[in-house]
């Protein structure tokens, strides 16, 4: 398998992962406030890199390779605090969909940064993936547009720019470095506006530890150091589409776990999902080298 292969699998490895544990963190949610969770979760991950790596492993160590993973790191916590915002303020189907656009953002932001343009195949299997969120997500139509629907989007911004700025420096750095620095930055945002955002709470149960060992271990520590060495091997637009695949792998793992029911129309937007990403893969228009 070449690298490039292998950086995608891990990839998909990482969307089953966030995707599974939808349920967990949501369950978790009911009783714990997000920022806290988050900044518990972002803490475990950095100690738990810090006690892997000896530290900041053995490459270089300067101040701009460290600002580098503060850059990367606050960009992907811009999404997170923005999202956890405007869900207060917009309804969750409205949500995931307007998180998920991050994906068609990508090689838009991308084209800005490498001043190209997007294949047509990519935009092309994007915006089919796009239509295929908009069925497992929404229900009627978007309606207005809420204070609450504008953070998202912005949400969505963040995201983007985390998975573009990513592959851009992904190469520059050492994967023990960046890891440590991108997640020890989420812990830092998380814990500073902690009391700004938010009331803390949190009703401890055996549910909310696990969540919190299983989100801060293996979805962060773990999952934030394979898409750190995997975007040094595949492009921005590819990793945006792979992680299209996390709402289809929320949806299965909520029947499975929690018993919810799958309806045709969601598994008809799944379906285009998956559409979407064999278009990108096949590429049936011919493709060029792209360095997003």
Not at 49 to 57: D, E, H, K, N, S
Request: hydrophobic fraction near 55%; include cysteine; proline fraction near 4%.
């Amino acid at each position: 398998m070449s690298r490039e292969r292998a950086a995608e699998a891990l990839l998909f490895w990482n969307t089953i992962v966030w995707g599974a544990t939808f349920v967990v963190v949501k369950s978790a949610l009911a009783g714990i406030s997000p920022l806290y969770f988050l900044a518990l979760r972002f803490s475990l991950a950095t100690v738990a890199l810090l006690a892997i790596f000896r530290g900041v492993g053995k490459g270089p160590r300067d101040w701009k390779s460290a600002g580098i993973g503060v850059l990367i790191g606050s960009l992907l916590f811009s999404g997170f605090i923005t999202q956890t915002l405007g869900l207060r303020l917009t309804s969750a189907p409205k949500s995931a969909f307007i998180t998920g656009l991050c994906s068609v953002m990508v090689p838009v932001i991308a084209g800005v940064v490498y001043q190209i343009r997007p294949q047509l195949a990519e935009v092309a299997g994007l915006l089919v993936a796009t239509a295929g969120m908009a069925l497992m997500t929404l229900h009627g139509s978007l309606g207005s547009i809420s204070r609450g629907d504008l953070l998202t989007l912005l949400c969505a911004i963040g995201f983007a720019a985390h998975i573009v700025a990513l592959g851009h420096y992904a190469d520059r750095v050492s994967v023990e470095l960046l890891s440590v620095t991108q997640v020890a930055t989420l812990a830092a945002w998380s814990w500073a506006l902690l009391w700004l955002v938010e009331e803390p709470r949190a009703r401890w149960r055996p549910s909310l530890v696990c969540a919190i060992l299983v989100t801060g271990l293996v979805g962060s520590a773990l999952a934030y150091t394979i898409q750190a060495w995997a975007q040094r091997y595949t492009t921005s637009t590819r990793t945006a589409l792979i992680f299209m695949f996390e709402p289809v792998v929320a949806w299965l793992t909520s029947y499975f776990l929690a018993g919810e029911g799958l309806s045709g129309r969601a598994a008809a937007g799944a379906g285009m999902i998956l559409g979407g990403v064999l278009l990108v893969e096949l590429k049936p228009w011919g493709s060029r080298p792209h360095p997003s």
